[in-house]
């Protein structure tokens, strides 16, 4: 006790375990910490990138502008910088700062805050089943149905099993996908040969339209 006056010691009050970030509907986590007084400083990394590090560089994508925070109970937001709407470009990022309230004394959990942007510039997109083809063939892909909520004109990522449509050393030239969507690049870039014994997977790289859409997706090799 007297080693904690002298040196002004903060015992923990409690702990986080783990604070989960969701935005568009996907969750991540970053790691916990102590609560160790009645406000906290939470440093919140946000990062606009779709794809990860395998989207070209060349690709764009709309800026994402944060326009809303919420940080769940016991905790509460109390202020943050930067201010908001807070515009995020593609492949930048933002550090956010929030001073949230802590909870009393024994609390040991985690802490939820939710990132939005405006309704307006999200779509729904709910594909019932994805069929590719080529010249001379056609299969319809199981369990391929997803549904997505992002950004007017995204770009995602749809990833393709070459041999279950091509054979070995097949060569294909072109992809194209049915509208609403557009193909904006394929990794690797075709022309392609399918020279690999085991597996030959293509990534896809498609831009969303800029409405709600539901249906099917189709993917034709050529």
């Given at each position: 006790?007297?080693?904690?006056?002298?040196?002004?010691?903060?015992?923990?009050?409690?702990?986080?375990?783990?604070?989960?970030?969701?935005?568009?509907?996907?969750?991540?986590?970053?790691?916990?910490?102590?609560?160790?007084?009645?406000?906290?400083?939470?440093?919140?990394?946000?990062?606009?990138?779709?794809?990860?590090?395998?989207?070209?560089?060349?690709?764009?994508?709309?800026?994402?502008?944060?326009?809303?925070?919420?940080?769940?109970?016991?905790?509460?937001?109390?202020?943050?910088?930067?201010?908001?709407?807070?515009?995020?470009?593609?492949?930048?990022h933002v550090i956010f700062k929030l001073r949230v309230a802590s909870p009393q004394t024994g609390y040991s959990g985690p802490m939820s805050v939710s990132f939005s942007n405006s309704s307006s510039d999200l779509i729904s997109i709910n594909?019932?089943?994805?069929?590719?083809?080529?010249?001379?063939?056609?299969?319809?892909?199981?369990?391929?149905?997803?549904?997505?909520?992002?950004?007017?004109?995204?770009?995602?990522?749809?990833?393709?099993?070459?041999?279950?449509?091509?054979?070995?050393?097949?060569?294909?030239?072109?992809?194209?996908?049915?509208?609403?969507?557009?193909?904006?690049?394929?990794?690797?870039?075709?022309?392609?040969?399918?020279?690999?014994?085991?597996?030959?997977?293509?990534?896809?790289?498609?831009?969303?339209?800029?409405?709600?859409?539901?249906?099917?997706?189709?993917?034709?090799?050529?």
């Open positions: 006790m007297l080693l904690d006056r002298l040196f002004k010691t903060k015992k923990p009050k409690g702990r986080i375990t783990g604070i989960n970030i969701r935005f568009m509907g996907e969750t991540h986590t970053l790691p916990g910490k102590e609560i160790t007084g009645s406000t906290m400083e939470i440093e919140i990394p946000f990062q606009n990138k779709i794809g990860g590090n395998l989207l070209p560089d060349m690709l764009k994508v709309p800026p994402i502008t944060v326009e809303k925070v919420d940080v769940a109970q016991p905790f509460k937001l109390l202020d943050m910088e930067p201010k908001l709407p807070t515009k995020v470009e593609f492949m930048s594909v019932n089943g994805v069929t590719i083809s080529s010249k001379s063939d056609s299969i319809a892909l199981d369990d391929s149905a997803f549904i997505m909520n992002l950004q007017k004109g995204q770009i995602f990522k749809k990833s393709v099993q070459m041999f279950k449509l091509f054979g070995y050393n097949d060569r294909v030239d072109s992809v194209g996908v049915s509208k609403p969507f557009e193909v904006v690049s394929t990794s690797p870039r075709m022309p392609i040969s399918l020279d690999h014994k085991d597996s030959y997977i293509v990534d896809i790289y498609i831009k969303a339209p800029d409405f709600n859409y539901a249906g099917g997706l189709d993917i034709k090799f050529g």
